[in-house]
């Protein structure tokens, strides 16, 4: 059913907390919605799912779409690996939590990981050495052209690290139904991320509901409760470099950690580390700060405007790449 809303405030639907407006707001449940809908936008528009990677800059003069489907079915099951289609409107978390209730393996790392299902593929999240490609088995989109509905194997997402289609080529030109999914019923606890196993292991062993909790407590312990500070988890990737790069860096500062990259010649840096190093963690710039505990996470101290956060990402930005030569991206998706 269509749900529409006039002139709306985005404060409460961004967790930056970004005081804005939206011309129109329109909530969606499947294509037959979509089609109705898009037959008479002729502005702008875009997809908002929990507004969890989302920084926005000024009052939205356009159609945002977001979905309301909340199903999460079972397609297949054949005793070892189940298919699971759950709708882009679910609660990203809710659905880890019914995989896990369910003895489903494959979700679990991603734990307490804020916004929805519809938006999982579009940055591939990632967390605890997993990424939503790993359980990825494909994508239901709407094609806002052609007036069409269509799957995306996996396979032709073009997953990246926090990178997909969705980022690219298709950007703008889909709104994504419902998410195909499948989970394992054999064990295969993945713990080799910092504290991870060290904590599973203090709430009694890796079964599921252990993961999940150890997960979520680290997670509380690091990151910053976006219902007390705005924020939008990482605002910048880690910066992947090609492998003399990193090897220079390294010999300057032998403290720096290191990680593979998706190749052999290529090593991804930690931005949080580099963003420490310049003097960031723990500062601010008017309304806008650096996370004290976590310096990849930039805060909205009060009243921050997308202006304001955006300076102080410039800033750290340009002071990064002085220091160490080395460009950070952005994550957020800045409109
Ligand atoms: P939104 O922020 O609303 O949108 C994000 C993008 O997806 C936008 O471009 C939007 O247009 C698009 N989009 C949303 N829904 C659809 C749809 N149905 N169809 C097409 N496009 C769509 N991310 C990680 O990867 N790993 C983490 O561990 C992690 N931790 C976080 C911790 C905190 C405290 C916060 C605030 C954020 C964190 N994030 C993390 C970022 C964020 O949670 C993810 O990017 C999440 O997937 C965003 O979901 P959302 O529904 O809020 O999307
Ligand atoms: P962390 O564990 O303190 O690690 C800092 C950085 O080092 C991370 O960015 C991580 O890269 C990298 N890293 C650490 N151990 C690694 C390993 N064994 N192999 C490869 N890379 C490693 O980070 P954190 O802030 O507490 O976050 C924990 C996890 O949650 C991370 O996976 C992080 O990506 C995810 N997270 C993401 C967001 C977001 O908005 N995107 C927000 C909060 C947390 P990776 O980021 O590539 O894993």
Redesign the pocket.
Known sequence: MIKEYRNIGLRPLNTFGIEVRCERLVEFEDAADLREIFSCITDCWNVLGGGSNVLLTGDYRGTLLKAAGKNITVLSDDGATVAVRADAGVVWDDFVGWTVERGLWGAENLSHIPGTVGAAPVQNI????VEAKDIIRGVAMYDVQGGTTLTLAAGHCAFGYRDSVFKGELRGRVVILSVDFALSRTPSPRL???DLRAETEALGGPSLANIRSAVTAIRRS??PDPEEVGNA??FFK?PVVPLAVADRLKAEYPDM?L?PGARDDER?L?A?WLIDRAGWKGRSLGPAGVHAR?A?VLVNLGGATGGDILALAHRIQADVCELFGVEIEM?VNVW
Request: glycine share 24%.
């Open positions: 990632g967390a605890y050495g080799d991320y910092g690091k990151l988890g990482s880690n950690p990680y991804k930690a949080g976590q990849l994550e």
